[in-house]
């Protein structure tokens, strides 16, 4: 079982950065990968961005370049750093994990999200 908790939402001016972090309970949580997922009222939930234990990582289409996933094993978090935001980029962000190197697939444990506002 992993227990994941979201933290540093807020509000941010468009153009401008903010980052996220998960902490993961549990000494095998390094084993997992973390993805970070978002969803906007009104619309579906939506891949953001992935890592696994060794540092491989992927991005949705429409934040790549521009959001990356990192992690720190030996405190149990990743962090998501968010870059030259826009407007679209709102919603509210929750990490997941799956145990093992995948960076896609089904995600089996889920936080309780964090919000994120950008202003125009």
């Known amino acids: 079982q992993v227990q994941l908790v979201e933290s540093g939402g807020g509000l941010v001016q468009a153009g401008g950065s903010l980052s996220l972090a998960c902490v993961g309970s549990?000494?095998?949580?390094?084993?997992?990968?973390v993805a970070w997922f978002r969803q906007a009222p009104g619309r579906e939930r939506e891949f953001v961005a992935a890592i696994n234990w060794s540092g491989n990582n992927a991005a949705g289409d429409s934040v790549k370049g521009r959001f990356t996933a990192s992690r720190d094993n030996a405190k149990n978090t990743v962090y998501l750093r968010m870059n030259r935001m826009k407007p679209e980029d709102t919603a509210v962000y929750y990490c997941a994990a799956r145990y093992g190197s995948g960076l896609f697939g089904d995600y089996d444990y889920w936080g309780r999200g964090t919000q994120v506002t950008v202003s125009s």
């Open positions: 549990g000494r095998t949580f390094s084993s997992y990968t």
